[in-house]
């Protein structure tokens, strides 16, 4: 069992059930691989690293994709890849420990993201309200979506990849559909 705390410490329980710090630089993002393998992490200082969870080792560890906080990571649905918001989108190869690629958001940090299932397609909600569909192998987005007024602070792709849901800090929820791009 894992857990972080608000101060970005985390924290493992041994098999006596007495818990354990996992020495990390200040931790400002977690996820679970969605193969359920690996602890993810993201840092303060722009890094990743990843922990089995089976066997408490270290996968990788101190990979720098940015300059600046990694605040939200994103697994994608196969538990090879891995979405990483801090100032840009940084896509993560778990399997090889390395950057697939990098979108650049001309200062428009990304706050919230999402992959839809099925496709090699994800998308990025921003600080400027905007949306964005990205083809993974494209340097542009495929789509921009318009309709909110404040930042974009939550984003959900339904399991069939049709539909997508987006909130914004204002309060405001909206419901959009994927179907033409297919």
Known sequence: VFLLSQEGTLWRMKPDRSWEIIPLDYVTSAAISADQKLLLTGHRDGCLSGIHIENRQVAFTGQTISQSPVHRLVPHHNGE???????????????QSSISATR??????????????????FITGHKST???????????????????DEEISALVV???????ATGD??????????????
């Open 130 to 148: 905007s949306l964005f569909l990205w083809e993974m192998t494209a340097d542009k987005p495929a789509r921009e979506f318009f309709g909110h």
């Open 81 to 95: 890849m891995l979405m990483a918001l801090s100032e840009n989108t940084v896509i993560f190869n778990l399997a």
């Open 104 to 121: 650049d958001h001309d200062s428009d940090t990304p706050l919230a993201g999402a992959w839809v299932p099925g496709q090699r397609f």
């Open 158 to 164: 339904s399991p069939d990849g049709h539909h997508f």
């Open 169 to 182: 800090t204002g309060g405001n929820v909206r419901l959009w559909a994927l179907d033409w791009v297919w």
